[in-house]
């Protein structure tokens, strides 16, 4: 590889010593200050002169934290003469605020696209945005991964001749269909319409279920209202089992907890883009890497190969990046 520095935030840091471990390449360290009066100011503690970077930040909670914390990061690369900065973000949080459904509220999915432009990234690697339209407010290059591989890997080892899978809206339906093809299952969906940020309503399931192994798919599950509200029209549709999948998991609050409770509920599958504490592991909760993913894309960024070539299936979904 060309000359390459990876950098980490201190939002996801297990994240980012795979990754490095993946490349082969040291996880260059990264000191964070607190000031008394409550600012951060943020040190680089490796050369960064003519390097390619790599800023290896995930937008957990508290996400306002660590999204300053990459702009100083950015703002830090930038000023010590980095040849090119790639700004890591496996989970951008702000991809939920994408549109104006009320008046005079912010579309902070854009605006925080703007900063990180502003603050030195040169480009963004990220997976698996909230909606494809975010792609469209960076004024930097986009390399927009998805987990679908992972998680078709991981449910292909169980019995699918009786399977569906299932998404919670019509929203998520083609992902939803190029995850059935990988798994070679028929697809169906919710019609879900959503009344607050922590209340949703089912009113039906598109297509059939009765008596099939249901694997719902979904791109990220915050405080899990809307999982468990599919949960119960799944079992009023006769749904022989359920599983359910994401790639972020946010598991706001209790989630993880009410969800575990479902009775019916075999299995919670979802990727490592988001830090889970030990202590609110759970049975039925199962975390799979997408390090070897992220890593991939890292060093054909640095190589300058093609990254959406490793991804064919967003290139059919209109969300793939060269």
Do not use: W
């Amino acid at each position: 590889m060309n000359q390459i520095a990876v950098f980490g935030g201190s939002s996801h840091p297990q994240l980012a010593r795979d990754i490095c471990a993946q490349l082969g390449v040291p996880l260059n360290p990264t000191r964070v200050t607190r000031f008394s009066n409550d600012c951060i100011e943020v040190q680089l503690q490796a050369n960064c002169r003519e390097q390619d970077v790599f800023l290896i930040q995930t937008l957990s909670s508290p996400v306002q934290d660590h999204l300053v914390e990459l702009l100083l990061m950015l703002d830090a690369a930038r000023g010590a003469s980095a040849s090119r900065i790639t700004a890591v973000i496996p989970h951008y949080s702000y991809a939920r605020s994408d549109k104006k459904d009320a008046p005079r509220i912010s579309i902070g999915g854009r605006l925080v696209a703007d900063l990180l432009a502003t603050a030195g990234a040169d480009r963004v690697l990220t997976m698996t945005l909230h909606s494809p339209q975010v792609h469209g407010f960076f004024s930097v290059p986009v390399d927009h991964l998805h987990a679908l591989a992972e998680l078709a890997d991981h449910f292909q080892r169980y019995d699918l001749s009786n399977a569906v899978v299932v998404s919670p809206d019509l929203g998520n339906a083609k992902t939803a269909a190029a995850f059935a093809r990988r798994l070679g299952t028929p697809v169906a969906a919710g019609a879900k319409e959503r009344l607050s940020d922590t209340e949703v309503r089912i009113t039906a399931i598109i297509g059939d279920v009765r008596g099939r192994d249901v694997i719902v798919l979904d791109d990220e599950i915050a405080n899990g209202g809307s999982m468990i509200e599919l949960l119960r029209h799944l079992r009023a549709s006769g749904a022989r089992s359920i599983r359910i999948a994401c790639t972020h998991g946010i598991f706001a609050g209790s989630a993880l907890q009410r969800l575990a409770a479902e009775p019916d509920l075999t299995e919670i599958v979802c990727t490592n883009t988001l830090p889970i504490a030990p202590e609110r592991m759970v049975e039925k909760l199962k975390v799979l890497s997408v390090a070897p993913a992220l890593a991939e894309a890292m060093r054909r960024i640095n190589s300058g190969e093609s990254v959406s070539a490793l991804f064919h299936d967003v290139s059919r979904l209109g969300q793939a990046a060269e």
